[in-house]
């Protein structure tokens, strides 16, 4: 409803490789900018930003829908999500499906999460298209409330970042940003749901996957153009997630984990076209990634390494993933 985060910034200080500070915003630095929103860790340190703010919406919902489907059910849901994401929604829907390992093997857990901040009765309306065909879930939470409700809510309880919860994880992660021109077929839908239900059921590591919707109809994210800023994935429709995590948290990681999550991103990439325009999300960092910075920044990428090359020439603010003069 309101975009990516970076969309909301109106300006920052930022401390640069030389160690001047400088103010960037539309009028000031422009090139600067552009290259923080995006990509701000290879070009400096943002002390401070000034951003946008809204109206809080009067009504927020948090809502959560699980199934357990099987191969066949599970393609044809994700085809319907894909359809569902392009049709007339609310721009105040937000949405993602969560899969999770299933009850049984060749079975997969199907999470529709998100939030909705429209009125609240009004989310059984707008979700009906999507969820009716599913038939009952196996158990769902929808928690109606404030703003502040949902923002604590979808924080785990406390929103007091002086006193930070201590969680950590020992994971790797992936990622995938599909293109809203080329949805995913039919074939790359149903090898993704085969994998998932029946190497999924098998791994020895947990996991789990998130799709996140970006794109489709009266989406903020896409209606800012690709040349704004650093971000390159205007023209997405999911950015999706594929997490794996050690048992208890603690490393070390297993190697399994490694092979699985390659495995779930095969079953779609190497289903689908061969010049299928995917990218990857770069806050989901993967220093495993051949041609990370391409499918970072895509067509952003020439003018980020130019500006590299000027703003940061030996590379003081260097990491594998990072972008490179
Ligand atoms: C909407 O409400 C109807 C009637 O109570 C119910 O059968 C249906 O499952 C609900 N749909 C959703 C998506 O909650
Ligand atoms: C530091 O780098 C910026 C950006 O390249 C440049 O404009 C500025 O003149 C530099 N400052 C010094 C003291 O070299």
Partial sequence: MWGLALDSVISADVVLANGTIAKASKTQNPDLFFAIRGAAGSFGIVVSTQVKTYAAPSSATIFNYNYNLNINAATTALANFQ???????????????????GSS?????????????GAANQLNVTLQPFLGPLGNPSWKTVTPGSYLDSAKNLA???LDTSNPLGQHDTFYAKSLVTPQSSPMSQTALKAFATYISNN??????GWFL????FGGSNSAINVVATEDTAFGHRNSLFAMQLYAYSWDSNPPFPAVGFTFIDGVADSIVKNSPANWDYGAYEPYIDDRLANSEFLYYKTNLPKLKTLKAQFDPTGVFNSPTGIKP
Avoid at 86 to 94: C, E, H, Y
Avoid at 95 to 101: D, G, Q, T, W, Y
């Fill in 200 to 205: 999924g059921y098998d791994a020895n590591v």
């Fill in 156 to 158: 785990e309880g406390s």
């Fill in 105 to 117: 093997r060749g079975t997969v857990n199907f999470g529709v999460t998100g939030g909705w901040y």
């Fill in 210 to 213: 998130q799709i996140e919707l």
């Fill in 83 to 101: 359809t569902y994401a392009v049709s007339n929604i609310p721009a105040q829907l937000g949405l993602e499906i969560v899969l999770s390992k």
